[in-house]
C-alpha cells in the first residue's frame, strides 16, 4: 500500500474543511433560546412546502435549448400543458411564439437570519415584595401577524418570491412563509425564575430571513423551424432583489432581571 504524501494529505483536508464550512453557513445554527411553537401555537399556519415541478419530456427538450436558465416554476408549468406535434410534411415550416417577458431565475448570494426580527410579545412578573423566588412562563397576549417582503417593488414579484422562499428553505432548512401567525393565548410550560426583590421580563421575538440576490428577467419566445423546436430568450436583464423570510412557528426568547421597572 502505498503512504499518502503530506501534500495530498493536506489538500484531503482542506477538502474536507471546505464542504463543512460550506454546509454550516448555509445552515445556520439556531441558538438555544429558539423555541418550537408548532404544537402549542393557537393559530394554524399552512404549511409551505413548495413542490418540485417536474419537467416534461417535451418541457425538458426546450429547457435545455434555452440560451438563458429557466428555473421559474411558472413558466415551467405552462410549457408543462404545451405540446407540439411533429409530422413528416414540417418541411419549411416556421413559427415564433411570444409568451411573454418572464422571470427566468433567481441566483443567491447571501442568506442571513436575524433571530430578533420582530417583538411579538412580553410577559412580566413582579417580585419585588417577594422574599422567595417565582416562576414566569410565556403565554402570547394578544394575536400577533408577522409579515415579510420584498424590500423594493420589481415586476412580478409572486413569481420571484416563490423562487426566492425555494431558495432560502433549501439553504437554511428552516419553516419559511412571507406570513405567519403566533396565536393568543400560545403558551409553552418552561419555568423562567424570578429572584426576590426582583422584575423578570420575558421577550418573545419571531425570528426572519433576510435572502439577497440577482434576479434574470427576458422576454421568451418558441421557435418552430421545421420539426425543431427551442427557446430563445431575448432582452436579458438582471436585478439585485432582497427579502424578508419569517421563520414559522419559531420564537426567540430573551430573559432578563432587573431592579427596576423597564
Do not use: C
Not at 101 to 122: A, H, I
Not at 140 to 149: A, I, Y
Not at 191 to 197: G, N
Amino acid at each position: 500500500m502505498k503512504k499518502w504524501s503530506l501534500s495530498l494529505f493536506i489538500s484531503v483536508l482542506i477538502i474536507y474543511a471546505a464542504a463543512f464550512t460550506a454546509d454550516a453557513v448555509s445552515k445556520p445554527m439556531q441558538p438555544s433560546t429558539v423555541v418550537d411553537i408548532t404544537k402549542e401555537n393557537t393559530y394554524p399556519n399552512p404549511a409551505q412546502d413548495l413542490p418540485h415541478l417536474e419537467p416534461s419530456k417535451f418541457t425538458k427538450e426546450l429547457l435545455r435549448s434555452a440560451n438563458v436558465k429557466i428555473e421559474n416554476p411558472e413558466l415551467i408549468h405552462l410549457l408543462n400543458e404545451s405540446s407540439v406535434s411533429s409530422t413528416p410534411f414540417a418541411i419549411g415550416y416556421r413559427a415564433t411564439i411570444y409568451l411573454g417577458q418572464w422571470p427566468l431565475n433567481y441566483q443567491s448570494f447571501e442568506t442571513s437570519t436575524n433571530w430578533e426580527y420582530q417583538k411579538v410579545n412580553t410577559n412580566f412578573l413582579d417580585n419585588r415584595g417577594g422574599n422567595a423566588s417565582q416562576r414566569l412562563y410565556y403565554k402570547q397576549e394578544t394575536q400577533k401577524h408577522v409579515r415579510g417582503g420584498l424590500t423594493a417593488q420589481i415586476p412580478n414579484e409572486e413569481a420571484v418570491q416563490k423562487m426566492m422562499l425555494n431558495k432560502a428553505m433549501e439553504k437554511t432548512n428552516l419553516p419559511l412563509a412571507f406570513s405567519t401567525v403566533v396565536g393568543i393565548g400560545t403558551k409553552k410550560d418552561k419555568p423562567y425564575q424570578v429572584p426576590a426583590k426582583k422584575i423578570g421580563y420575558l421577550y418573545a421575538y419571531a425570528p426572519a430571513v433576510n435572502e439577497k440576490g440577482k434576479v434574470t428577467y427576458g422576454e421568451v419566445y418558441i421557435v418552430l423551424k421545421g420539426n425543431k423546436k427551442k427557446i430563445v430568450v431575448k432582452n436579458v436583464t438582471t436585478r439585485g432583489v432582497g427579502a424578508w423570510i419569517p421563520v414559522q412557528d419559531r420564537l426567540y426568547f430573551s430573559y432578563i432581571v432587573s431592579e427596576q421597572p423597564r
